[in-house]
């Protein structure tokens, strides 16, 4: 049974991926890096978001800087900060 709500999440989730894209400071960056060999790249994050991340050393790129890395690490005991990153 398909809800009608669960229709309108499915819309709102097409045009969500521009929002987010735009309002997350690390998205509206750009770039990202690898963490295997730290290599970083450009990307359009809203088309990212769409068509797929970008991968490297056969992982997920992440939209974290290498010191901005370091930091969320050394958040990890607080556990308040968990992006559901891909
Ligand atoms: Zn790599």
Redesign the pocket.
Known sequence: MTSPDLIDRLEKAEGLHDRIAASHPSLRRGQVW??????SRRVDSSQALRSGWPK????T?TIDSPAEQELLHSRTQEGEDDRGER
């Not at 690898?34 to 290599?39: D, T």
């Open positions: 690898c963490r295997s060999c730290g290599s490297c050393c056969g992982d790129m």
